[in-house]
């Protein structure tokens, strides 16, 4: 060995069994109770302990040149052929990330192209099951996040006094696991409901809220399950460009200018927007069949009802898709009475507003203009009832990017094509009951001075309740988070008149 070399300092065998961070933790932990740790000691006690404190210092210097030695070591390999790590032919390209992000990276099985035209009724039931099961009451981002979670380390630091000696150990945690049940409730229990849009028209002489029975949910899919969606969206999309849907299912009508028209997906039955050639008037065409509801669409229509979003008495059994373009819209209208109320729409991909109005002005090309706006978030649900489906129309005006929508409604029974078959899968859907969390408040204990405060409100109350019930006092909601937009609002948009 040259002199010019220091001789390598002897390591700890001990220490050899700890990692760097590890000893890092326990360097910081003791230098900072040392004088603590120290007190009442002999003087060589003391300068041992410091010893050792110190020692756990020139191992993590020891450690940082080994690492050094190593890169400079790795440099060199890497300027030989074959020795790149970009180039391992064995290492996993199956990431995290990839098969949370991708379609066909999970372990769901995908709905293979058919040239049956109804691709998806070839599907045995136990795989569409199990494809979409997780999409319905979880999602996969929360399973590997429940396997993470669920197990918790934490370092035990341990001095031994006698001999100075320090040891950390790693004690593992087991938290307890939620079922798919408890997941979806808590879910459910999250979600953001509105129910208070007003808006005051003049309609046959008097003022009336014309948004009342509007209803917007947010929360109802999460990140992971809109993209499940929007990917099966372009799926039935590019098969209905291939001929591989119904002719009546699918529609893509020429643009001849900007916002002239819309790509349509239609299940369970055809829509005549206007008279049609063949002089067939607006509404469900009797003679005219489309394909059936895809299952994704079904485990949708069963979340919407389990969560309290449409009542199970108007179980939706048909639904369009709308593919919108930059600058596409709807203008204003009223939905057909072919359909049950409520019905709901559900917004992916792009943020937009839509206008409420008893009567909507088409301003000039492609512009209208409302009263009230409402934007729709992401993985949204617009409900509509009452005088907000009866009352106002909406419309869209011209989406700023690309947007889908699924709007999902029940046929009248007497309007229902010939020869359609309701879907059994989409019958006898129990809503979750808001019981579990009622039960868990009433068990809850409740402090003794709040008990006092609640009996003095009930007193109140009774003693009040008589001139309540004689009072007609309409006391109008406070503004909520959603703003109120005055006529100003304008959108600029190319008019769809074939709609």
Known sequence: MSDDQPEPRPRDPFLLNYKPSELRIASEFLSTWAPFLSKDLCQHCTQTLSDRIRSLDLELDSHAE?????????????????????????CDSNSIGSWKDGWNGGSEPVVGPSTSGSPWLETPPSQQKKSWAD????????????????????????????????????????????SREQREYIRFM????????????????????????????????SAAEQKRIVDHVYQLQEMGAKGELKERTYSAPSKWMKGKGRVTLQFGCCYNYAIDKNGNPPGILPDELADPIPPLFKVIIRRLVRWHVLPPTCVPDSCIVNIYEEGDCIPP??????????????????????????????????????????????????????NGADVAKHCVPAVPSKRISITFRRMDESKRPTGFVPEPDLQGIQPLSYEEDKAQKLNATKPEYHMKKQSVRRAVNMEARGSAERSYTYIEPHESTWSRRGPANRRRTGLNLSS
């Not at 088409?362 to 729709?376: C, K, Q």
């Open 66 to 90: 080994q690492e050094q030695s190593e890169e400079n070591s790795n440099a060199e390999n890497s300027n030989i052929p074959g020795m790149s790590e970009d180039h391992d032919d064995n």
């Open 190 to 221: 999250n979600l953001q409901r509105k129910k208070d849009f007003i808006c005051l028209e003049r309609v046959k002489g008097k003022f009336v809220n014309i948004l009342d029975g509007l209803e917007l949910h947010t929360g109802v899919f």
């Open 333 to 386: 209208h009223i939905d057909n009475h072919d359909f049950m109320r409520p019905f709901c729409t559900v917004s992916f991909l792009s943020e937009c507003d839509i206008l409420f109005g008893s009567n909507l002005k088409i301003v000039g090309a492609g512009e209208f203009a409302g009263p009230y706006s409402i934007p729709l978030p992401l993985g949204s649900v617009l409900v509509l009832n009452g």
């Open 135 to 178: 999409m319905e009451e979880e999602e996969e981002e929360d399973e590997f996040e429940e396997e993470e979670d669920s197990k918790t380390s934490k370092r035990v630091v341990d001095l031994n006094a006698a001999t100075g000696e320090l040891r950390i150990s790693k004690v593992v945690v087991e938290k307890p696991k939620l």
